[in-house]
Structures are given as structure tokens and as C-alpha cells.
């Protein structure tokens, strides 16, 4: 079944895996018939969508204010948010039907250090009330020229843009590198975290706003 607790959520969540548990019900119950998640991918919410998020807190510093791009279904941030409570997450999402299902799951599982904002990254308003943020995650949103364009103005100087990748990251490095550093961004990396607990870790782009003794 795909509700079964796997042994190595315990490892990732701690005391907080019954809330995982919890939303992973949520997406199996309504994540198809609301469109968050594909009919092929109920069977793999665990590993696929919520662990493999949550084990990005490892590339996050405490205490940080964070915003979760295009966080749809409400990935990673909603993961995030259970694993780390110390994190003050707000889920930035365009579209309503979505905006609802995060109020949803942020009233159901008692969030309270979660936000649900809608808007879009690149729009002025969004900017003005979420700058000189800490850490900004993105997972299957844009290529990461686009994404850097959208992310980096959110971020204090040496806050980081944390986007999870597949296993052609540094292919995207490598193209649109140059790109980023124009933008903004610097001390760009591509790391594996959850390695330690996860069978097929997460790849993650990593891209530090610059400060102003960089430029």
C-alpha cells in the first residue's frame, strides 16, 4: 500500500513523521482528482515527492526564512516545514485551486510556522514583501537561467536558491552558469543530500546570491 509508513521516514522526520504521514494520506486521497500529482505517482508519494523533499533541509541553516517557488502540491515546503519547524516557510503558488489545497494542509496538519501566499516570483508586489529572504527552494519549476532570474532578487546577500534537480543538473550548471553569475548568483554547486537515508538521493542546484563586496 502506498500509505505504509516506510522505515526510513522515521530517520527523516522524527517525531513529526505522523503529520508526513498524514499529508502523504492527504495526496493519495485528493492530490489526482485535484491535478497535484499524475495517477502513476500515487503509488510513490513517499519516496518520490515527500522524502525525497524533505531531505533538503540538510542544505538549509537554522532558523531560516524560506520561500518554496511554484509550490504546487506543496513541494518541498510542505515536507520542509514538518521536518524542520524551525524554518519559516511561505508557499509561493499562482493559482488558486492550489492556493486552496496549501491552506488546506496547512490548517489540517497545524503548520504554524507556514505561510500561503499567491503570487508569482517575478512580480513586483511578491518582491517587495518577500525580499532579503534566507533560502528560496524550487522543484520542477524552470530551467535554472529562468529560475535564477525569478529566485535571486527574493534572497539577502548570501541567502541561497536551492533548486532540486534530476541527475542532469550539472549539465544545466554548465549551460546556463555564465547566465547566473550576470544575474546575481555565485558559488553555484550541484549537491546530493539524503544520501544517508534515502535509496536514490535528491540532486539539488545550489546558487548564493551575491553580496555586495562580490561585485
Excluded: Y
Excluded at 35 to 46: A, H, M, N, S, T
Excluded at 129 to 152: G, H, I, S, Y
Excluded at 167 to 173: H, K
Amino acid at each position: 500500500m502506498a500509505g505504509e509508513l516506510p522505515d526510513n521516514a522515521k530517520l527523516v522526520f522524527g517525531e513529526h513523521v505522523d503529520r508526513a504521514a498524514e499529508f502523504v494520506r492527504l495526496l493519495e486521497e485528493h492530490g489526482v482528482e485535484r491535478g497535484l500529482i499524475g495517477p502513476r505517482e500515487v503509488d510513490k508519494i513517499w519516496d518520490r515527492h515527500v522524502l525525497n523533499s524533505a531531505v533538503v533541509h540538510q542544505v538549509i541553516p537554522p532558523n531560516s526564512r524560506t520561500v518554496d517557488v511554484g509550490s504546487g502540491a506543496g513541494l518541498p515546503g510542505v515536507p520542509l516545514a514538518i521536518a524542520r519547524p524551525d524554518l519559516r516557510i511561505t508557499l509561493l503558488e499562482p493559482m488558486a485551486r492550489r492556493i486552496a489545497w496549501l491552506e488546506e494542509v496547512k490548517d489540517r496538519l497545524e503548520l504554524d510556522n507556514v505561510t500561503v501566499l499567491r503570487g508569482r516570483a517575478e512580480e513586483a508586489p511578491i518582491r517587495a514583501q518577500l525580499k532579503n529572504c534566507d533560502v528560496v527552494t524550487a522543484r520542477a519549476v524552470a530551467p535554472l537561467e529562468k529560475l535564477a532570474r525569478w529566485c535571486l532578487p527574493l534572497l539577502k546577500g548570501g541567502g541561497r536558491m536551492v533548486a532540486l534537480k534530476g541527475e542532469r543538473a550539472q549539465e544545466e550548471l554548465d549551460r546556463d552558469g555564465a547566465a547566473v553569475l550576470k544575474l546575481g548568483g555565485t558559488n553555484a554547486e550541484v549537491v546530493v543530500v539524503g544520501a544517508d537515508v534515502l535509496e536514490v538521493p535528491t540532486t539539488v542546484l545550489i546558487v548564493e546570491r551575491q553580496t555586495r563586496r562580490d561585485r
